[in-house]
């Protein structure tokens, strides 16, 4: 589980054109499992849902931006991430895997996009104890195990993130206290560091893959307007191009219909772009 992503290391050489020797000094990145390719059909395919008619995946934008900048990891300089690392915190995993849907502020969009702070601020004891005086503490830790198999297991019309390791999902929970403003927070928010692949991973599973498809489904219906598959995308754009496009930024200044993810950075969509190159979607 442990193994540290090898497949990658000789393209990410020969993507980036770094020398050798330093992608062999990298430090072992720890604990972050092997990533593995992006498969099946979109989220929205799976739903069978109507691109048009709804929300998911187009919510990240909306709303004021209430995600303080301190809480992320900052911006990678240079290209020294490519080889060390990106380091990540709550807030980062919180825009690759969750907010597309639910917002910066976690709010969601009803009645889709059920606002997912609720459900955190019940796994406080404080806030329970201020409703009933009994027993508290106990159902703070039912509602933060129903929480995590939440995320882990999804819901009817949520993706599940099964793929996050603890140490990932221990800091996202970290994060989400914080959003929710809850008074005993019992998780500690803390900067991971996680190699370029495993960025890459989160945001693609996280984000893309709402609605683009890995591969060409068999069989089914021609969608009115292409959504370009997974498997496509490192063929049909270099890796120049594609950070732009990921933006849906149309052609000849017409706006797409994706979301223009602004709140990732173009060292991220990079990273997904490697990702994707890496681990080929099918
Ligand atoms: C593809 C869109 C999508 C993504 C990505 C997503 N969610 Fe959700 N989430 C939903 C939808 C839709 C609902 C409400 C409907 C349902 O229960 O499926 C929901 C509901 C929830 C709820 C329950 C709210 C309630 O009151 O019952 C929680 C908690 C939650 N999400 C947390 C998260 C977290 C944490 C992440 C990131 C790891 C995440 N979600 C990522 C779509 C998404
Ligand atoms: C809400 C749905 C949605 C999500 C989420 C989404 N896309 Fe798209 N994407 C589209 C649609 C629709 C198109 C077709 C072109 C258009 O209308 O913008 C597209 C097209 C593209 C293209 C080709 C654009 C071109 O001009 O060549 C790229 C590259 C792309 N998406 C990358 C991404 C990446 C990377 C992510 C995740 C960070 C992502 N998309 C998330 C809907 C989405």
Same mark, same amino acid.
């Given at each position: 589980?442990?193994?540290?992503?090898?497949?990658?290391?000789?393209?990410?050489?020969?993507?980036?054109?770094?020398?050798?020797?330093?992608? +062999?000094?990298?430090?072992?990145?720890?604990?972050?499992? $092997?990533?593995?390719?992006?498969?099946?059909?979109?989220?929205?395919?799976?739903?069978?849902?109507?691109?048009?008619?709804?929300?998911?995946?187009?919510?990240?934008?909306? =709303?004021?931006?209430?995600?303080?900048?301190?809480?992320?990891?900052?911006?990678?300089?240079?290209? /020294?991430?490519? !080889?060390?690392?990106?380091?990540?915190? =709550?807030?980062?995993?919180? !825009?690759?895997?969750?907010?597309?849907?639910?917002?910066?502020? %976690?709010?969601?969009?009803? &009645?889709?996009? +059920?606002?997912?702070?609720?459900?955190? /601020?019940?796994?406080?004891?404080?806030?329970?104890?201020? @409703? $009933?005086?009994?027993?508290?503490?106990? !159902?703070?830790?039912?509602?933060?195990?129903? +929480?995590?198999? /939440?995320? $882990?297991?999804?819901?009817?019309?949520? &993706?599940?993130?099964?793929?996050?390791?603890?140490?990932?999902?221990?800091?996202?929970?970290?994060?989400?206290?914080?959003?929710?403003?809850?008074?005993?927070?019992?998780?500690?928010?803390?900067?991971?560091?996680?190699?370029?692949?495993?960025?890459?991973?989160?945001?693609?599973?996280?984000?893309?893959?709402?609605?683009?498809?890995?591969?060409?489904?068999?069989?089914?219906?021609?969608?009115?307007?292409?959504?370009?598959?997974?498997?496509?995308?490192?063929?049909?754009?270099?890796?120049?191009?594609?950070?732009?496009?990921? /933006?849906? !930024? %149309? @052609?000849?200044?017409?706006?797409?219909?994706?979301?223009?993810?602004?709140?990732?950075?173009? @060292?991220?969509?990079?990273?997904?772009?490697?990702?994707?190159?890496?681990?080929?979607?099918?």
């Amino acid at each position: 589980m442990i193994a540290a992503h090898r497949p990658a290391a000789a393209l990410r050489r020969a993507l980036l054109g770094i020398p050798a020797l330093l992608v +062999l000094a990298a430090p072992a990145v720890a604990a972050t499992p $092997e990533s593995t390719p992006a498969t099946g059909p979109s989220w929205l395919a799976k739903l069978g849902r109507d691109f048009d008619k709804s929300s998911l995946g187009r919510v990240g934008a909306l =709303g004021p931006n209430e995600q303080d900048p301190e809480l992320q990891a900052p911006a990678p300089q240079g290209g /020294r991430w490519l !080889r060390q690392g990106f380091d990540l915190r =709550g807030a980062d995993l919180f !825009r690759f895997t969750c907010r597309s849907c639910h917002g910066a502020g %976690g709010r969601g969009l009803p &009645p889709e996009v +059920l606002p997912l702070v609720d459900r955190v /601020r019940a796994t406080s004891a404080e806030l329970q104890k201020k @409703q $009933e005086s009994t027993a508290a503490a106990d !159902r703070a830790v039912t509602a933060e195990q129903l +929480l995590r198999h /939440r995320i $882990e297991a999804g819901g009817p019309s949520m &993706p599940g993130f099964d793929f996050f390791s603890p140490d990932e999902e221990d800091v996202l929970i970290a994060y989400l206290e914080r959003l929710a403003g809850i008074p005993d927070p019992k998780h500690v928010d803390r900067s991971l560091k996680v190699p370029v692949d495993r960025v890459g991973e989160l945001i693609v599973k996280g984000t893309c893959q709402t609605c683009h498809d890995s591969s060409r489904v068999p069989g089914a219906k021609p969608a009115p307007w292409p959504i370009p598959t997974l498997d496509s995308l490192p063929s049909s754009h270099s890796a120049r191009a594609f950070v732009p496009a990921s /933006r849906h !930024r %149309g @052609q000849a200044g017409l706006h797409g219909r994706g979301p223009e993810v602004s709140y990732l950075r173009d @060292q991220e969509l990079e990273a997904a772009y490697f990702y994707l190159t890496a681990y080929p979607a099918h």
